[in-house]
């Protein structure tokens, strides 16, 4: 199993910065994929970024805006977001994948997510 607590979330004015932070426990090594998923009330679930391979994507709508870095120490990945807009408004979750010995489908963790807030 692979555990994800998250948090640093919050409410800020537009304009500001927040640092969410993602820890894992559990089978770590076994983790090929990490990202974090966004939803808004009333909207779908949606993806903000993704590492795999050492490579990071990012979704159009927060490109250059925010930043995915990781202390392998600590084993946390952490989600810098800056100049946030009340779009920005979401539960924010962590999530992590691997690959199954039984399914050509990757497993999917989540963490129990983190409210952030943007004020205009």
């Known amino acids: 199993q692979v555990h994800l607590v998250e948090s640093g979330g919050g409410s800020v004015q537009a304009g500001g910065s927040l640092r969410l932070s993602c820890a894992a426990s559990?089978?770590?090594?076994?983790?090929?994929?990490m990202g974090w998923y966004r939803q808004a009330p009333g909207k779908q679930r949606e993806l903000v970024a993704l590492?795999?391979?050492?490579?990071?994507n990012y979704a159009d709508s927060v490109q250059g805006r925010v930043t995915i870095s990781r202390d392998n120490d600590k084993h946390t990945e952490y989600l810098q977001m800056n100049s946030l807009k009340p779009e920005d408004t979401a539960v924010y979750y962590c999530?992590?994948?691997?690959?199954?010995?039984?399914?050509?489908?990757?497993?999917?963790?989540w963490g129990q997510g983190t409210q952030v807030t943007v004020s205009s």
């Open positions: 559990g089978s770590r090594s076994s983790i090929n994929i």
């Open positions: 590492t795999s391979g050492g490579s990071t």
């Open positions: 999530n992590a994948q691997r690959r199954s010995y039984y399914s050509a489908a990757n497993i999917h963790y």
